[in-house]
C-alpha cells in the first residue's frame, strides 16, 4: 500500500522508483501494476509497469490484454496485442490473423506479426517478413530483419539476399551482419558477392549450430566515425555527456575529456552523407536535444549543428536515464552513439541494472542499437548495454 500511493502521488523520480519497487513484490504487486500501466501519471511509470508484467510473462486475463491492447500507449498496446495474439493455439486461424494484421495500417499491428514470426513456423511467415522489409515505417523494418536472423532458417538468408541492394544503407549494415551471424561468411553489404556465393552454395547450405561472430567493421565504407567507431547508421543520435567530470584533462595530450568530445562529434557530423539523417543530445545535470528529432544531414544542418555543439556547456550531474529517453524520442531513429566518462548520478534512475531493464523495455519495439564509448574507466553496464542491443563498445582515454 505504501508504494502505491507513492506510485500514485509522489513526485516523478519518487514515484517512478515506488513503480519499480513493486515489481519486487510479484505476485502480490500483480494487480496493482496492471493498474498502473493504464493510470500512472507519466509515461515512464507506465513503460515500468509494463515492464514488471512483461518480465513476469504477462500472466493477465484475455479481458485485461484486451483492455491492454485498445490502449492509446504504443507501448502498452503493444505488450496487450502480443500476448493476446500469441494465445492463438490453432495454426490455421493464427496463420489468417497474422496475415490481416500484416496489412493493417496500425504500426503496433505490424510490429505485432514481425514478433511472433521470429518464432511461429507458418505457411506464410517469410512471404510476410520480406514484404515488411520495405514496409514504409522504419521500425517494422528492423523488427522484420531481428525476426528473419532469430529464425534461423535457411529461407531467411535468401529474403536477406534478395532485399540487399534495396535496403538503406542502415539497413543493408543491419542485414549483412545478421547474413554473417547466420552463415559464417563474411562480404559486407556487397550483393554480388551473397549472391555469387549463393548461387553456388545455397542448394546445399544449412545454417549452423551457433551463430557467427558479429560483422567486422572493417568490411564496409564510411567516411564518419565518432571515437573510432565507424558510422553505419544512417538514422543516428549522437548522445554525448555534458557534466562536469568531462572537463578533466584526457591523457597527456593536454585537451579534456570536453574538448575532444566537441571534435569527435563535430568530425563525425561533418562526415556523414546527405542522405542521413541525425539529431544530438548532450547531458549533464538534465539531457537536451538540439532539434526534438531527427533532421537531414544537408550543409546548412551541419553548420547548424556544429554551432550547437560549440554552445554546450557543462553542468553537475550524470541525467543518463534522461538522455536515453530524449534519444528515444524520434520513432524512426535507428541507432544510438552513446558517450559518458561516468554513471548516472543525480539522474531520475541511477541504478545502472534497472535502466537496462527498462531501455530493453523500450527498444522492444523500437530495435535500436546503441553504441557505448565509456571514456577513462572500464564500465561493464555500458558493455551490456551495447551486447544485449547489437551495438558495439569501446573504452577510450
Known amino acids: 500500500d505504501y508504494l502505491s500511493e507513492r506510485a500514485r502521488h509522489s513526485k516523478e523520480k519518487f514515484a517512478l522508483h515506488a513503480v519499480l519497487n513493486l515489481g519486487s513484490l510479484w505476485p502480490a504487486a500483480q494487480d496493482e501494476l ?22 513476469n510473462g504477462m500472466p493477465l486475463s484475455d479481458k485485461e490484454l484486451e483492455k491492454l491492447a485498445r490502449s492509446k500507449d504504443p507501448m502498452i498496446s503493444y505488450e496487450g496485442r502480443l500476448a493476446r495474439t500469441a494465445r492463438i493455439e490453432d495454426s490455421e486461424k493464427l496463420d489468417k490473423v497474422l496475415v490481416k494484421l500484416a496489412k493493417s495500417k496500425s504500426v503496433v499491428d505490424r510490429l505485432v506479426v514481425g514478433e511472433l514470426l521470429a518464432t511461429k513456423d507458418l505457411s506464410t511467415r517469410f512471404q ?11 521500425r517494422v523494418i528492423r523488427k522484420a530483419i531481428s525476426s528473419l536472423e532469430r529464425s534461423r532458417h535457411k529461407k531467411a538468408v535468401e529474403v536477406f539476399i534478395a532485399w540487399l541492394p534495396s535496403a ?9 551482419a545478421a547474413l554473417q551471424r547466420l552463415t559464417g561468411m563474411m562480404f559486407g553489404s556487397q550483393f554480388s558477392g551473397w549472391k555469387r556465393w549463393w548461387s553456388a552454395e545455397g542448394e546445399n547450405f544449412e545454417i549452423p549450430s551457433s551463430p557467427g561472430k558479429p560483422a567486422s567493421p572493417t568490411q564496409e565504407h564510411t567516411s ?13 543520435v549522437f548522445a554525448v555527456d555534458s557534466s562536469k567530470s568531462m572537463n578533466q584533462p584526457a591523457g597527456s595530450g593536454g585537451k579534456t575529456r570536453f574538448e575532444i568530445s566537441k571534435s569527435q562529434i563535430s568530425n563525425a557530423i561533418e562526415g556523414l552523407p546527405k542522405a542521413s539523417a541525425f539529431e544530438i543530445v548532450h547531458f549533464g545535470k538534465n539531457a537536451w536535444s538540439w ?11 551541419k553548420r547548424d549543428a556544429l554551432e550547437y555543439v560549440h554552445s554546450i556547456s557543462l ?8 538522455a536515453f529517453r530524449e534519444s528515444f524520442r524520434d520513432p524512426q531513429a535507428d541507432s544510438i552513439l552513446f558517450m559518458t566518462d561516468g554513471d548516472p548520478q543525480l539522474s531520475l534512475m541511477q541504478n545502472r541494472s534497472a535502466l537496462q531493464r527498462i531501455v530493453a ?3 522492444r519495439t523500437r530495435h535500436m542499437t546503441i553504441d557505448c564509448i565509456a571514456v577513462g574507466v572500464d564500465r561493464a553496464w555500458l558493455r551490456k548495454l551495447a551486447q544485449q542491443t547489437g551495438g558495439r563498445y569501446s573504452r577510450v582515454e
Do not use: C
Request: overall charge negative; glycine content about 10%; cysteine-free.
Open 128 to 138: 510476410i517478413l520480406a514484404a515488411q522489409l520495405g514496409d514504409k515505417d522504419a
Open 361 to 363: 523495455q523500450w527498444n
Open 224 to 236: 564518419a566515425s565518432f571515437y573510432g567507431l565507424p558510422i553505419y547508421a544512417d538514422r543516428l
Open 34 to 55: 496492471f493498474d498502473l500501466a493504464f493510470e500512472h501519471a507519466t509515461a515512464d511509470g507506465r513503460s515500468v509497469a509494463i515492464m514488471h508484467l512483461v518480465e
Open 168 to 176: 538503406r544503407p542502415g539497413e543493408a549494415f543491419r542485414i549483412s
Open 315 to 322: 553542468s553537475l550531474g550524470t541525467a543518463i536515464y534522461s
Open 291 to 301: 532539434n526534438g528529432g531527427l533532421v537531414q544531414a544537408k550543409p546548412k544542418s
